[in-house]
């Protein structure tokens, strides 16, 4: 890979985007990304933690490649992008986006992808596609609404106006706001103690919310039972109640533990 870097380690994996100056998402990129999709699905992570080197996560799409492209030759590159989207977010353990610096476009579109973001109080968020007289092209502009409301996404979609992560916090976008030379350090302690924690109960809840997400209340509670069910039968599941059924009858505090997502 070029213009990413994959490390992984005791289960967790950090992919860095690294494409300077703006880290943005060409069709190499992609190349990359698909590549790493693969090495990904054959490990065992259980978290996995996207990042932006050259101090920001990226400005979005290298569009100087599109100017000469016919227009299925940007259809194809599309879905494939959307393919590897959408591959993200269905990922059955939790991801983190690690965001230094400005995140727009596509690159916020993927930090939206995630299932939580930390920012610094330098980082901004935009959906710049207005002046290039385009739509965001990965879903950013419903994903952003759901999270931050109708009106907020359409007012950025219309205006191409950066919000700052302080704002975004606000609107319940980004989840932490971290100081900039302590943003990696954070990141991988909630990585860690993600990693460490019931990554089966994760994945279910993942799926619950993006069942709330397409169909409402009705349609992830319909599905609430067969998901939470199975999770009985795991070790995971054996092994916390029996400790915590333990401590509460002897009137001690319950055991932290480390489950194997098994």
Known sequence: MQLLRLEIENQLAVLSLNNPPQNRLSMQMLDDFEEAINKIAASDIRVLVIRGDNGLFSYGGYFPEWVNMATGEVRVL??????VYNWLERLPYPVIASVPGPCWGGGFELALRCDMILATPEATFNHPEETLGITTLLGGVYRFAERAGKNIAGEMAYTAQALTA???Q???VVNRLVEKDALEQETMKLAHSLANGPTLAHAAHKTLLRMWAQGGVQTAENALIDLSV???????????????????EKGVPRPILVFKGK
Request: glycine fraction near 4%; hydrophobic fraction near 50%.
């Open 170 to 172: 606000q609107l319940g």
């Open 78 to 83: 599309l879905e494939s992008w959307l393919a």
């Open 166 to 168: 302080e704002r975004m």
């Open 230 to 248: 199975p999770l009985f039968d795991t070790e995971d599941v054996s092994v916390a109640l029996k400790s915590a059924a333990e401590a509460l």
